[in-house]
């Protein structure tokens, strides 16, 4: 009897059905990033006496680890810590060499002076969920935004730029030298009136 052959497998297509389905995952796969915050770090300096802040110079906001937010111990929203934020730095409450002649708030005594001494203390609980504490962070400084846009505005009026798009426009590799060197000492005199001061403390652990 005849030995019968085995059949043979055609895997001529075989490559050309391997590429279409590496091509299938590459379009289909979702790759995670995780989120974070864009800070740019002080140089060092030796400070050998920390400067006096004042209580009404500190704007204190907390996070707790059920996400609850307190701000100057008092609860509130997310939504509303913006303005609460743009409240407290522009308020202008100073008086003679500390007073604010391009500060429009409401000049309450009791809150900061000027918005060189103005700082924001930020503290959240270690429990504290990672997109609150962001969310938090990033309407801290859209409130330092919002204000330096206002200066930016008021200082050049015919640039018909907002500070954030000036300053992503000076980051911009692709913008020229010339362009460069017209907006850096605008941005950093936009960035003397409200200098960032956001002071981050170490997080808690609560029971």
Known sequence: MAKRSA???NAGSMADIAFLLLIFFL???TIETDSGLNRKLPPMEDVV???VIKERNIFTVVVNKNNDLLVEEKPMQ???LREAAVAFLDNGGGKGDDACD???????TSSSDNPEKAVISLKNDRE????????VQNELVAAYNELRNREFARLNPNLGLSFVEADRRYSDPRTSTSDKESLKPRLAEVKALFPQKLSEA??????
């Open 7 to 9: 059949p043979e497998v």
């Open 78 to 80: 997310i939504s509303e």
């Open 128 to 135: 504290t969920d990672y997109r609150v504490y962001i969310a």
């Open 49 to 51: 006496d920390p400067p």
């Open 202 to 207: 170490e997080p808690s652990k609560t029971n």
């Open 27 to 29: 379009v289909t796969t």
């Open 102 to 108: 391009f500060c429009q708030g409401a000049r309450d």
